[in-house]
T-cell receptor, first 113, second 115 residues
Framework: DAKTTQPPSMDCAEGRAANLPCNHSTISGNEYVYWYRQIHSQGPQYIIHGLKNNETNEMASLIITEDRKSSTLILPHATLRDTAVYYCIVEGSYGGSQGNLIFGKGTKLSVKP | DAGITQSPRYKITETGRQVTLMCHQTWSHSYMFWYRQDLGHGLRLIYYSAAADITDKGEVPDGYVVSRSKTENFPLTLESATRSQTSVYFC??????????????FGEGSRLTVL
C-alpha cells in the first residue's frame, strides 16, 4: 500500500494558487517526499521532491511540516494546463532494495476558468 | 532524439499469446522501471532494474518476465497473456534510483488489450 494519503479530488480557479495536501505520517527519517503529476493519458511527470526543507522550482513549491508527517504542494498560479492527477509519493522499498516509488491514487486537480 | 521510448504504443492480443513490450532510453540511466496502470489502482510497480543484468520484483510481478542485457533496453514480456493483464504499461528510467537523485523519466505508455 502507498504510504501517503491524499484527497481524491480538488478544484481550483484559474490564476489562483492550488494547494494540494498529503499526509505521510509513517515516513522514515531518510525517506524523501516526491510529487509527480499525470496529465490525461500521458506518462507521469516529475514536479519536485524534498527531505526536510521547503523546496521551490519553476513549477511549484513544496512545504514539508517540521515533523515531516505531512506536506503541501503549491502551484502558485494554476492554469487550465495544470489539470491533472497529482501523486504524492514517499520513497518505498521492496525486499530491502531501495530506489522504488510507490504511486497511490493521487488527487485529481481540476482547474476551472 | 534523446529520451525514453516505448513500443508498441498500442497492442491487441489474445489470451495465451506471448507479448513483449519494449523500452529504450538514450541517457544511459542505470535504473529502469516498469509500471502498470489500471482504473482504480493508480500506478503499480512490476519490475525494476538497477543496472544491466540486475533486476528485481516490484509490487505485482506475477505473469511477467524482464531482462536487461544492455543498459539502454528493458523489455517486459508477458509469457502467456491473460485478460487481467489488459492495462497501460509505463516504462521509466532514472540516473541512480531515487533518494536525493530526483526524477524518474517516464515513457508515453503502451496500451495493451488482451482478448
Amino acid at each position: 500500500d502507498a504510504k501517503t494519503t491524499q484527497p481524491p479530488s480538488m478544484d481550483c480557479a484559474e490564476g489562483r494558487a492550488a494547494n494540494l495536501p498529503c499526509n505521510h505520517s509513517t515516513i522514515s527519517g531518510n525517506e524523501y517526499v516526491y510529487w509527480y503529476r499525470q496529465i490525461h493519458s500521458q506518462g507521469p511527470q516529475y514536479i519536485i521532491h524534498g527531505l526536510k526543507n521547503n523546496e521551490t522550482n519553476e513549477m511549484a513549491s513544496l512545504i514539508i511540516t517540521e515533523d515531516r508527517k505531512s506536506s503541501t504542494l503549491i502551484l502558485p498560479h494554476a492554469t487550465l494546463r495544470d489539470t491533472a492527477v497529482y501523486y504524492c509519493i514517499v520513497e518505498g522499498s521492496y525486499g530491502g532494495s531501495q530506489g522504488n516509488l510507490i504511486f497511490g491514487k493521487g488527487t485529481k486537480l481540476s482547474v476551472k476558468p | 532524439d534523446a529520451g525514453i521510448t516505448q513500443s508498441p504504443r498500442y497492442k491487441i492480443t489474445e489470451t495465451g499469446r506471448q507479448v513483449t513490450l519494449m523500452c529504450h532510453q538514450t541517457w544511459s540511466h542505470s535504473y529502469m522501471f516498469w509500471y502498470r496502470q489500471d482504473l482504480g489502482h493508480g500506478l503499480r510497480l512490476i519490475y525494476y532494474s538497477a543496472a544491466a543484468d540486475i533486476t528485481d520484483k516490484g509490487e505485482v510481478p506475477d505473469g511477467y518476465v524482464v531482462s536487461r542485457s544492455k543498459t539502454e533496453n528493458f523489455p517486459l514480456t508477458l509469457e502467456s497473456a491473460t485478460r487481467s493483464q489488459t492495462s497501460v504499461y509505463f516504462c521509466a528510467s532514472s540516473e541512480s534510483g531515487t533518494g536525493d537523485t530526483g526524477e524518474l523519466f517516464f515513457g508515453e505508455g503502451s496500451r495493451l488489450t488482451v482478448l
